[in-house]
């Protein structure tokens, strides 16, 4: 069904200062996003996932970075993007191949003591995908990671 994806972030966003009103979220939207053909459980789970990792493998006094935008990729295919971003430990390039099978979890991210079973990004990059889009992740040891969802619109 026609899914506002404004809302979608607005409610993951406002959920997420709910649980974690120590850390800064700063949210960017640019231009008014058009309405796609989502599940918006879904989606919002898939949000809540890299929010809680940004949250997790970062510092509360590291603001975390929301931006969502819609992007016309080179193939002209229109996209909602929606980018995560934290200044925290970031993923080691040997490990960035790995972050989304199953029940991976670096060496880093086991050294803190938020715990997790290696889930979060397996699952959102599935519901990600059956929306027909993908999630890209970016990272930097010490400078931090983006989490970039695309999806066409
Ligand atoms: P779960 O999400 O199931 O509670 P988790 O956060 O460990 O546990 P994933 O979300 O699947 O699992 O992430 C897999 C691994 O990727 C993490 O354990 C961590 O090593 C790395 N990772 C994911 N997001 C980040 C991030 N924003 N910064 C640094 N490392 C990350
Ligand atoms: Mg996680």
Known sequence: SATDPQRIVSRAVARFSEHHPEHALIVETKDPLPML???PAMLRRALDNLLENAHKYSNVD????????TVVLPGQTTVLEIDIADAGIGIDSVDLPHVFT???RSDRSRARKTGGVGLGLPLARRIVR???GDIVIRSEVGIGT???VRIPI
Do not use: E, V, W
């Open 130 to 132: 059956a929306h027909g």
């Open 102 to 104: 199953p029940f991976f």
């Open 146 to 148: 983006s989490a970039t």
């Open 37 to 39: 053909k989502a599940d």
């Open 62 to 69: 590291q603001p975390i970075r929301l931006r969502a935008q």
